[in-house]
């Protein structure tokens, strides 16, 4: 079964503090690709990255950076200076496998917010 | 690209009435939705998966005859939430993917917040 698991449920830091949102995924398949949504106070999901299983580079977008480690099955969030724009629900998901099918399997999300 | 929107945004209803709700992907072809459900402070549950010119798959536990969803072209798919009542009240959101460099991505609208009085 794939699982997603993001144990930090809220983080609060102060304005330019740089903050790291962990994710740790369960799944036997050897494809698969990992996500990272963003859900401000709107409530629209917008797409931040997606990476898949074969590409374990890191990347680095602005101030955003994440790190995929597949010995760990991890796939940590960093925000760099955080600003107060960047409070919001972050969500990590996995999809792929044998199967398919394309559905998005989530984490409980975790609330960020930043102070001024 | 990759824009995906919903109609409405709100909606408030009596109880017993049914609700359409509309999602587009506006500069792509999706032949792949899927609808969401989210309550407050949780996070989304998929109720279905939507692909075009055929039968939604429904998650279980999700009713069929309560959320009925059609996916009559490719740029288009709708939820009616039929007789609703107010244990319906929630966030609704689609998400589209496309069969091109996009698929494996979900785009989502903006969501429908649903309130049944």
């Known amino acids: 079964a794939q699982k997603v698991t993001q144990v930090q449920t809220e983080i609060s830091v102060v304005e330019k503090e740089d903050v790291t949102l962990d994710c740790v995924y369960e799944t036997r398949d050897t494809t698969y690709y990992l996500f990272w949504y963003k859900q401000p106070p709107s409530g629209e999901l917008v797409f931040l990255i997606r990476?898949?299983?074969?590409?374990?580079q890191n990347e680095i977008s602005g101030r955003y950076s994440w790190n995929f480690q597949k010995s760990t099955s991890s796939f940590n969030f960093t925000i760099t200076a955080s600003q107060v724009v960047d409070s919001a629900v972050y969500f990590c998901a996995l999809s792929g496998g044998s199967s398919n099918t394309g559905k998005l399997i989530f984490g409980q999300g975790t609330t960020l917010q930043v102070k001024p | 690209g990759a824009v995906v929107s919903q109609h409405p945004s709100w909606v408030i209803c009596k109880s017993g009435t049914s609700v359409k709700i509309e999602c587009r992907s506006l500069?792509?072809?999706?032949?792949?939705m899927f609808w969401y459900r989210q309550f407050p402070k949780q996070s989304l549950m998929l109720m279905a998966t939507s692909n075009e010119g055929s039968k939604a798959t429904y998650e279980q536990g999700v009713e069929k005859d309560k959320f009925l969803i059609n996916h009559a072209s490719l740029t288009l798919s709708t939820l009616t939430v039929t007789s609703a009542h107010p244990e319906d009240s929630s966030f609704y959101i689609c998400?589209?993917?496309?069969?091109?460099?996009?698929?494996?991505?979900?785009?989502f609208g903006p969501g429908t917040r649903l309130l049944v009085l």
């Open positions: 990476r898949n299983s074969f590409d374990e």
């Open positions: 500069d792509f072809q999706a032949t792949t």
């Open positions: 998400s589209a993917s496309a069969p091109t460099a996009l698929q494996e991505t979900q785009y």
